[in-house]
C-alpha cells in the first residue's frame, strides 16, 4: 500500500528555535496533504490543508505565520513551526491523499516536537 | 507496539441496511479509541470516542462500545444513508512516556447505494 514518511520522529528544541518537519508520499503523488496537531488525550485537531502549489488553507485559530507549511511538489511538504515556544510541544502527524478525491488517506508516522 | 486492524473494504450497502465495521487494536495500557470519518475531497472528522472499557461512543447514529476482553472498538449503524459513504478509519491514542501517540487502521470505504 501507499507510504507517507514523516521526518523526524522527534524533535527537541529551545524556545525561539524554529523547526521543521517533512511529510513525503513515497509511492503516489499526493496531491492533497492534511496536517494535524494531537493534544494529549483528545481527537486529532485539523490545522491546514495543502495543495499541491498553492497556499495552504488554515483552519480557524490556526496561525499561518506561526506554522508554515510547503507544498511544493507532489510528493513533499513541510511544516515549519517558527519561533517555537513550549506551547507548541505535540505531536504533529501529516495526511497525503492522491488525485482521486475520494481515495484513502495515509498517514506519516508523526513527530514528537517537545519546546524547552 | 500498538496497532490498529480494520477491515479496507470497500463494504457496499443498500441504504437502511445494517453497518458493521470491526475494529481491533494490540496496545499496551489503557488507550482512548476513536472513529474518524474522512468524506470525499476532505480530511478526517471526529466521528465518536470512548476513553475507558465498556464506553459507549456514539453519534449521528454510529456507535461503537470499547470491549477490553475482547480489543475491540466495533462501528455500527442501525440504518445507513447514502451520506454515510466514506471512509472510516479506526484509532486509538496511548501514552508514552509522557507522549500521547495515534495509532490508525488503514481506513474502510463503505459505499451505500440508493
Known amino acids: 500500500g501507499a507510504v507517507v514518511s514523516q521526518h523526524p520522529s522527534r524533535v527537541i528544541c529551545k524556545s525561539g528555535t524554529s523547526v521543521k518537519i517533512e511529510c513525503r508520499s513515497l509511492d503516489f503523488q499526493a496531491t492533497t496533504m492534511f496536517w494535524y496537531r494531537q493534544f494529549p488525550k483528545q481527537s486529532l485537531m485539523l490545522m491546514a490543508t495543502?495543495?499541491?502549489?498553492?497556499?495552504?488553507?488554515?483552519e480557524q485559530g490556526v496561525e499561518k505565520d506561526k506554522f508554515l507549511i510547503n507544498h511544493a511538489s507532489l510528493t513533499l511538504s513541510t511544516l515549519t513551526v517558527t519561533s517555537a515556544h513550549p506551547e507548541d510541544s505535540s505531536f504533529y502527524i501529516c495526511s497525503a491523499r492522491g488525485r482521486v478525491p475520494n481515495e484513502k488517506l495515509f498517514f506519516g508516522s508523526g513527530t514528537q516536537l517537545s519546546v524547552l | 507496539g500498538n496497532s490498529v486492524t480494520q477491515m479496507e473494504g470497500p463494504v457496499t450497502l443498500s441504504e437502511e441496511a445494517f453497518l458493521t465495521i470491526n475494529c481491533t487494536y494490540t496496545a499496551t495500557g489503557y488507550p482512548s479509541l476513536f472513529w474518524y470519518v474522512q468524506y470525499p475531497g476532505e480530511g478526517l472528522q471526529l466521528l465518536l470516542k470512548?476513553?475507558?472499557?465498556?464506553d459507549k461512543g456514539s453519534n449521528k447514529g454510529f456507535e461503537a462500545t470499547y470491549r477490553k476482553e475482547t480489543t475491540s472498538f466495533h462501528l455500527e449503524k442501525g440504518s445507513v444513508q447514502v451520506s454515510d459513504s466514506a471512509v472510516y478509519f479506526c484509532?486509538?491514542?496511548?501514552?508514552?512516556?509522557?507522549?500521547?501517540?495515534?495509532?490508525f487502521g488503514r481506513g474502510t470505504s463503505l459505499i451505500v447505494h440508493p
Open positions: 470512548a476513553t475507558k472499557a465498556d
Open positions: 495543502s495543495n499541491e502549489g498553492s497556499k495552504a488553507t488554515y
Open positions: 484509532a486509538l491514542l496511548s501514552e508514552s512516556g509522557g507522549s500521547y501517540i495515534p495509532t
